[in-house]
């Protein structure tokens, strides 16, 4: 692989860096690391093959570009939404593809937060699903998306399946990525001590191993750099300039087993960050001098996640009182916050299915060592619309909006309109950040224009 980059489209002062060979043990895909690019430019790229077996063979180039953050003020503006064929809903060229990717990119964003859910590995599609109306919604399906996947080549068969679609590879061409993940990229509500022995569909019994197969497709699929010496590692903070750092969780691989969620002290049992990563996450925040500090969290702070029978994906556990479980982990980076001083945080989640933005008041809470925050939910790309969750009240949010009426019925499909992303647009000039939420066409549904001297 061979990277050609420049800062015209018309690539004048072009510069070539070599990747690495595409190889099959990685699935043909290879990735190259450009350093020292110049702040605030687009950059205008293309990536080439050379034929190891007849060198004077070359592939067509692949064209694509993205914004690099500037090291002055400047506006920025941030996307993000969560799941990707999921519930059934797959590719279908008859009703126009994954189509809200490409509403995403007619907003011009300068990065893009997947916040997870980027396939649906447990959920096979059939190539025809009879809708409410009668008419029918017909999936592409590969070998891939015929089955759960268990094998490596079954979760990156997952992957390419999502780029058949024309608008999803348009996006990704043209939007900063930062990728993360949540449960579906091995299965379900997973975590490493799952087993599932009574699920016919799989022959693979453990979760653990499921997952560490997973992972390796999906860093093989997705840009994620290598941070430090720890090559798999998903959480990371990302500057995008003087008014944005976003600080990208992993809320899957360092937790406890999901349970009730009423444990009376923090260990690893309650764990969701973990303990490296919430004192990262406390660290970095306090370090930042971003204006704005946006906390990516592919699973929600308030709602209620049920991971039936009995127990509780998420962080909330719907006992309005004190903190317990899981909730000690969050209370404990709340606090740390508010000690700190620390201003300016807004939290971006997904994993619900629906759009929302929940205004979180120590005034309205049982625990109160925490300065008042927003929290705004986004999503599906393509995935079936549910909700709403029930909203636990132990850090006191309010439901400042609510992007679906009331009483729908659950995996409703996107034809239905219900698909939803999030805008964060932060100005230069006025140092505020205006939040929106928009549908599938485009249509702002809800925003709030933030100010950086009164969000605490």
């Known amino acids: 692989m061979f990277v050609e980059y420049a800062t015209t489209d018309r690539f004048a002062d072009v510069r070539r860096v070599p990747g690495p060979a595409a190889l099959e043990s990685s699935d043909f895909t290879a990735r190259a690391v450009l350093t020292e690019l110049p702040p605030g430019q687009r950059i205008f790229y293309r990536v080439l093959f050379q034929d190891l077996t007849d060198l004077r063979s070359w592939s067509d180039p692949v064209v694509g570009s993205f914004q690099t953050p ?50 649906y590995a447990d959920q096979p599609l059939e190539r025809e699903v009879k809708l409410d109306d009668g008419r029918v919604w017909k999936n592409v399906v590969t070998p891939a998306k015929s089955k759960v996947a268990e094998t490596i080549d079954e979760f990156r068969g997952c992957y390419q399946y999502n780029l058949h679609d024309d608008h999803m590879r348009r996006f990704l061409a043209s ?49 994620l750099p290598l941070v430090g010496d720890e090559p798999t590692r998903v959480y990371r903070k990302v500057s995008l300039g003087p008014l944005v750092d976003v600080f990208a969780l ?35 925040l306090t370090a ?33 009182g004190a903190p317990l479980g899981r909730e000690l982990e969050m209370a404990d980076v709340l606090r740390h916050l508010k000690a700190n001083r620390v201003r300016n945080v807004v939290w971006i989640t ?42 636990d009240s132990t ?28 805008l964060l647009m932060a100005d230069a000039r006025t140092r505020g950040l205006r939040v929106s939420l928009h549908d599938l066409s485009g249509r702002s549904l809800f925003n709030v224009d933030l100010n950086s001297e009164q969000v605490r």
């Open 395 to 422: 850090f006191g949010p309010e439901v400042k909006f609510l992007g679906i009426p009331p009483g729908m019925k659950p995996n409703r499909p996107p034809t239905e309109g219900f698909q939803f992303f999030g």
């Open 70 to 119: 500037s090291t002055e003020p400047r506006d920025v503006t941030i996307a993000w939404s969560a799941d990707t064929v999921g519930q059934g809903w797959g590719i279908n060229p008859d009703w126009g593809g994954l189509r809200l990717y490409e509403t995403m990119r007619r907003a011009e964003p300068d990065a893009f937060v997947n916040l997870g859910d980027t396939i």
């Open 288 to 320: 930042s001098r971003a204006t704005w500090k946006i906390v990516a969290a592919d699973l929600p702070i308030g709602l209620v996640v049920p991971d039936p029978p009995g127990n509780v994906e998420a962080v909330a556990n719907g006992s309005p």
């Open 350 to 391: 997904a994993d619900v299915h629906y759009c929302a933005a929940h205004r979180y008041d120590p005034a309205r809470a049982a625990f109160t060592e925490f300065d008042p925050f927003w929290e705004f939910v986004a999503g599906p790309l393509n995935a079936g619309t549910f909700g709403p969750n029930e909203l």
């Open 175 to 223: 939007t900063a990525q930062i990728v993360m993940w949540d449960d579906h990229e091995v299965r379900d509500n997973w975590y490493w001590e799952r087993r599932q022995d009574r699920d016919t569909r799989y022959t693979v019994k453990s979760v653990a191993l499921l997952a560490a197969r997973a992972r390796q497709a999906f860093f093989e699929y997705n840009p």
């Open 250 to 284: 992993d809320m899957r691989s360092y937790r406890g087993a999901n349970s009730p969620n009423r444990q009376t002290t923090m260990d690893a049992s309650s764990a969701l960050l973990g303990a490296d990563q919430a004192a990262w996450l406390k660290r970095e």
